[in-house]
């Protein structure tokens, strides 16, 4: 069985998660897909960090959205794996993220969008995608619902290429998928990305009778990359590592 594999971060097992290394190897690699996460500068540039703090990955206590693109750009990562492995990493920028995937005539570029974007920093953000000639098999994903619908309604984005993080905050990581969560995804046909303990069988099977997939996040687990592609049934895998199962 061929497994959808969405790289975490880029390949964030052999370096530091959103870095231009674990993006340029997850590009090399036997990924479907290579996620990314993007905050807005105050001055409008959009950077690639999983945090809107640096103080994780660079050591700071600075809040990316109250900066200019030229302060955050000088903070060197400080952690991360395999860090000694590479050339000193920096935060870059989300078209230098898209500049990496273009290298590949194939492989899924996936946005996580962090903010809850107005539409017109979406149209910023979708004009850039749009540059770099990889709208086409791009795919968003974000824990706003406001933010997918806009994508939806406004800029007529399709559907198949829409997903709502869910288990990512306090508030759901601990609860299951459940029905009203599911009748508004096949409501507004958007797909789900949830964190993988927080999918059943059962879940995943009354998705794909509404048409709808389902991505989970974030397996490094051989046995249960294995379990949630056979058992469980889903349709893709976000991971950090590369597991043959």
């Given at each position: 069985?061929?497994i959808?594999r969405?790289?975490?971060r880029g390949?964030?097992?052999?370096a530091?998660?959103?870095s231009?290394?674990a993006f340029?190897?997850a590009?090399e690699?036997?990924?479907y897909?290579?996620?990314?996460?993007?905050?807005?500068?105050?001055?409008?540039?959009y950077?690639?960090?999983?945090d809107?703090?640096?103080?994780?990955m660079?050591?700071?206590e600075?809040?990316?959205?109250?900066?200019l693109?030229?302060?955050?750009c000088h903070?060197?990562?400080i952690q991360?794996q395999?860090?000694?492995?590479?050339?000193?990493?920096?935060?870059?920028?989300?078209?230098?993220?898209l500049?990496?995937?273009?290298r590949?005539d194939?492989?899924c570029?996936?946005?996580?969008?962090?903010?809850?974007?107005?539409t017109v920093e979406?149209?910023?953000?979708?004009d850039?995608v749009?540059?770099?000639?990889l709208?086409?098999?791009?795919?968003?994903?974000?824990?706003?619902?406001?933010?997918?619908l806009?994508?939806k309604?406004?800029f007529h984005?399709?559907s198949?290429r829409?997903?709502?993080v869910?288990?990512a905050?306090?508030l759901?990581?601990d609860?299951?998928v459940?029905?009203?969560l599911?009748r508004?995804l096949a409501?507004?046909r958007?797909?789900?990305?949830?964190?993988?303990?927080?999918?059943?069988a059962?879940?995943?099977?009354?998705?794909?009778?509404?048409g709808?997939?389902?991505?989970?996040?974030t397996?490094?687990d051989?046995?249960?990359?294995?379990r949630?592609v056979q058992e469980?049934q889903?349709d893709?895998?976000?991971?950090?590592?590369?597991?043959?199962?």
């Amino acid at each position: 069985m061929k497994i959808r594999r969405i790289a975490h971060r880029g390949f964030s097992s052999e370096a530091p998660e959103n870095s231009r290394a674990a993006f340029a190897m997850a590009v090399e690699g036997d990924f479907y897909g290579v996620e990314c996460d993007v905050w807005r500068c105050r001055d409008g540039t959009y950077v690639v960090s999983h945090d809107g703090q640096l103080k994780r990955m660079c050591g700071v206590e600075r809040w990316i959205p109250n900066m200019l693109w030229e302060e955050v750009c000088h903070y060197p990562f400080i952690q991360g794996q395999k860090i000694s492995c590479h050339p000193m990493q920096y935060p870059i920028r989300l078209a230098e993220y898209l500049s990496i995937l273009r290298r590949s005539d194939t492989m899924c570029p996936v946005i996580e969008l962090k903010m809850d974007y107005t539409t017109v920093e979406l149209r910023e953000i979708v004009d850039l995608v749009e540059k770099y000639d990889l709208l086409e098999r791009c795919c968003f994903i974000s824990l706003h619902p406001m933010v997918l619908l806009r994508l939806k309604q406004e800029f007529h984005f399709p559907s198949e290429r829409l997903q709502y993080v869910y288990g990512a905050i306090a508030l759901n990581r601990d609860i299951p998928v459940d029905e009203e969560l599911m009748r508004w995804l096949a409501a507004n046909r958007i797909n789900l990305d949830a964190r993988y303990t927080l999918v059943s069988a059962e879940s995943v099977r009354w998705l794909h009778n509404e048409g709808l997939e389902v991505n989970v996040w974030t397996v490094n687990d051989r046995e249960q990359t294995r379990r949630m592609v056979q058992e469980i049934q889903v349709d893709m895998v976000t991971t950090e590592f590369y597991h043959e199962i």
